[in-house]
């Protein structure tokens, strides 16, 4: 990992989970290099769990689910941002998350679309699934 000392914020990936001890030996290595007051975002992954922790007073990690189930969106401060922001908020909510469940309904809200939100590979992948359960009898409810 390469560090400047002259960053106005880091993101750092890590295949952790968002409690893993690991979280914390990363970021006193990068504290003693960038010091205290630069915004540091973790996006963790390993646990396969939606997470968000606060790891300290300007750092959080983040672990958006599993299997592809989750799209998870983060927003972080820069120092400039921190440094800007009133002083009686704490800066530790310029941190911010959102987890959407990753399917193509939700998506086409999000988007505000009427339309499909589906390619035609995505449609003819679907009717080839739908056409393989009913050849193997997976539809028919047995119980």
Excluded: W
């Amino acid at each position: 990992v390469l560090l400047e000392t002259a960053c106005d914020a880091i993101l750092v990936m890590a295949h952790m989970g968002t409690d893993d001890e690991a979280i914390n030996d990363i970021l006193y290595g990068i504290r003693a290099i960038v010091g205290v007051n630069i915004p540091i975002q973790f996006v963790a992954g390993h646990t396969h769990k939606r997470r968000h922790t606060q790891v300290d007073k300007l750092s959080t990690a983040v672990e958006a689910g599993r299997y592809l189930d989750t799209i998870g969106f983060i927003s972080f401060p820069t120092a400039t941002t921190v440094h800007m922001a009133d002083n009686n908020s704490s800066a530790i909510d310029l941190f911010q998350h959102v987890f959407l469940d990753a399917n193509t309904q939700l998506l086409g809200e999000i988007l505000n679309s009427d339309e499909p939100f589906i390619t035609s590979d995505g449609q003819e992948l679907k009717d080839f699934i739908s056409t393989t359960e009913t050849k193997l009898g997976l539809d028919r409810i047995i119980g």
